[in-house]
């Protein structure tokens, strides 16, 4: 079973972005495993998370690692598809993406000798706060939303683990596992409702 059908069934957010969060944050049983996020403090953690979530979402999992290595000042898209071993027109892309969303800027300048024109690339980082203020704000409202879901209802279980189901649905199916035939027990979200309402005070700290 594709993790994206247990999430809808689990819940009524299948949004990418609380999904992402979701795992990343450690939500449900998925502790914050990626190195990166090692010895931060959590309000650190959030905001580079919604920061990851959101570009991510925007130019892809390459154009993420592109982003990460443009540096405080200006450079070059030949020497970031250099860095980041990834292709040129691939950088390009990305840069062009990141232009029209009014969070790069470029300058050309003309090489006196060959006559070739470089273009030099920088981040602007005070439309990235914008974005991701936004962004967080976006986030804050479906962890609300996603909060009273899990206050309101009442869980069944796959003891195989297969997926969760709200009461109706656990009943409706005789309480066996629709995928395993495996039985279909309560299951306790106390540790879920805590971690969302964790989650929603540290972000609004960031706001
Ligand atoms: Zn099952």
Redesign the pocket.
């Given at each position: 079973m594709q993790e994206h059908e247990k999430q809808q069934l689990a819940g009524p957010f299948p949004d990418e972005l609380v999904l992402r969060s979701d795992a990343a944050l450690g939500v449900g049983n998925n502790p914050i495993s990626d190195s990166s996020y090692h010895g931060s403090d959590s309000l650190a953690v959030i905001e580079e998370v919604i920061h990851r979530a959101y570009l991510s979402k925007l130019v892809g999992e390459e154009g993420l690692r592109i982003v990460e290595c443009i540096p405080g000042e200006e450079i070059t898209d030949e020497r970031l598809a250099e860095l980041t071993g990834i292709s040129l027109n691939t950088v390009r892309r990305t840069l062009y993406l990141l232009y029209e969303h009014r969070l790069a800027i470029y300058r050309r300048k003309r090489d006196p000798d060959s006559g070739w024109l470089t273009y030099l690339w920088q981040l602007c980082p005070e439309n990235f706060d914008k974005a991701l203020e936004s962004e967080a704000k976006r986030l804050l409202r479906k962890l609300e939303e996603r909060l009273v879901y899990e206050k309101e209802n009442i869980f069944y279980a796959?003891?195989?683990?297969?997926?969760r189901f709200v009461f109706d649905e656990a009943s409706d199916a005789n309480f066996v596992?629709p995928?395993?035939?495996?039985s279909l027990e309560y299951m306790e979200n106390a540790k879920v409702v805590e971690a969302i309402e964790k989650q929603i005070k540290d972000l609004k700290a960031c706001l």
């Open positions: 796959c003891t195989e683990g297969c997926a596992c995928f395993c035939q495996g």
